[in-house]
Structure formats: structure tokens, C-alpha cells
């Protein structure tokens, strides 16, 4: 099937850094999403982002759908220590099948 | 409150046994779907349906089978014949539009015996 790839896989920040992530594909989306996932719960949508080269924040996140509607990044200023969890990117196609990438660790050090 | 209800939260099999994991939604939600969710990777798609009485293989439905009989409901069922059923399942739930995104249940973790 359809591969993702997000890095970096893990990260481990001091609280009050900034974090980058970003999500790369062979092929194109017409949404990208980024979710946050919790230990043993679901994933919480965070930001969608609907049309190429779209900037969106959410709080202290900032999300952009990159130009080629291959790739997308995820900001997250000033980390505090609740922003720890897994983030995942995801691209869906118009009918609503999506493609996860393999999810990036946070890890924040207060 | 409006939302996904996954049970039950962790549930055991025991060899050659088949289980039910249950999804429900009230949130009038046309389409639903159903990840596996292994360590360290990301969520793979096992059934989506886009509509009552209709549903699609995904990505690793091998062992897997699902019915949607309801609007709300959309059970999945881990057969005898999925060897590595130990897993965390996900459902989703998606609303009409052309880009609205997934929404996600709370999960189930699934064990061997």
C-alpha cells in the first residue's frame, strides 16, 4: 500500500523548544491531517489542512500543506510537557481512505 | 455526548477463538473504519464502510470481518484465522464532505491467552 514517511521517528526536547516535524509521499493528498495519540487512547485530530501550500495554527501549532501536496510539517512552539505523545501525519484521498505515517515520539524534559 | 464508544477497552482471546470488538457512533457518521495499530508503526486500514449494508477490504483484512447493519454501528470480528491478532484496534468515523477528516474511538487492546 501507500507509504508515508515521517520523521524524525523520536524526539526528546527540553520544555520551552520548539519541534519540526514532517511527513513526506510518492503520491499526492488532497487533506493532510496531523493527530496526536496518548498512551492507550485514540488519536485526537489536531490541525487539517485542505488546499496546497495552506498555513493553519492551532495554539502553538503550525501546520502547512506543502506546494507539490506531497509533504506536510508540523510546528509545536514553546513545548511544554503535556505536548508529549506520539504525532502522526496522514494523507486522504477525496473519498476518505487515509495513509498514516509511522508517528513521531515527543518526549519533553521539564 | 456526541461521539466514538469502543468496548470493550481490553479484551483476551484464547487460541481459535473468534471475538467481537464493538464501535458505535452517534454522531450520524456515513462512513467508519478499522485500524490495526502495532508498536512503532503507524495505524493500517482492516474494513472501511461508506455506507449501511456495504464495506470494503482495506490494507490487511486477511483474518478480519466486519458488518454494518446500522448506521451507528460497525462491529469487527478477529477470526481463528488471524494468527497475530495482538494488537491495539482503532474505529473511525467520518462525517459527508469531500475533506472531512477521520475521527477516532478510544481503542481496544486485543491479547492473546
Known amino acids: 500500500g501507500q507509504q508515508l514517511n515521517q520523521s524524525p521517528q523520536s524526539m526528546f526536547i527540553q520544555e520551552g523548544e520548539d519541534v519540526s516535524m514532517n511527513c513526506t509521499s510518492s503520491?499526492?493528498?488532497?487533506?493532510w491531517l496531523w493527530y496526536k495519540q496518548d498512551p492507550g487512547e485514540g488519536p485526537v485530530l489536531l490541525i487539517a489542512?485542505?488546499?496546497?501550500?495552506e498555513l493553519t495554527s492551532n495554539g502553538r501549532l503550525t501546520a502547512q500543506f506543502g506546494i507539490t501536496r506531497k509533504d506536510s510539517f508540523l510546528n509545536i512552539s514553546a513545548s511544554i510537557p503535556s505536548d508529549v505523545g506520539i504525532y502522526f501525519c496522514a494523507g486522504q484521498y477525496s473519498y476518505g481512505k487515509l495513509t498514516f505515517g509511522q508517528g513521531t515520539i515527543l518526549t519533553v524534559h521539564p | 455526548d456526541g461521539g466514538i464508544t469502543q468496548s470493550p477497552k481490553y479484551l483476551f482471546r484464547k487460541e481459535g477463538q473468534n471475538v467481537t470488538l464493538s464501535c458505535e457512533q452517534n454522531l450520524n457518521h456515513d462512513a467508519m473504519y478499522w485500524y490495526r495499530q502495532d508498536p512503532g508503526q503507524g495505524l493500517r486500514l482492516i474494513y472501511y464502510s461508506q455506507i449501511v449494508n456495504d464495506f470494503q477490504k482495506g490494507d490487511i483484512a486477511e483474518g478480519y470481518s466486519v458488518s454494518r447493519e446500522k448506521k451507528e454501528s460497525f462491529p469487527l470480528t478477529v477470526t481463528s484465522a488471524q494468527k497475530n491478532p495482538t494488537a491495539f484496534y482503532l474505529c473511525?468515523?467520518?462525517?459527508?464532505?469531500?475533506?472531512?477528516?477521520?475521527?477516532f474511538g478510544d481503542g481496544t487492546r486485543l491479547s492473546i491467552l
Open positions: 473511525a468515523s467520518r462525517g459527508q464532505g469531500v475533506n472531512q477528516p477521520q475521527h
Open positions: 503520491s499526492i493528498f488532497n487533506t
Open positions: 489542512l485542505y488546499k496546497a501550500g
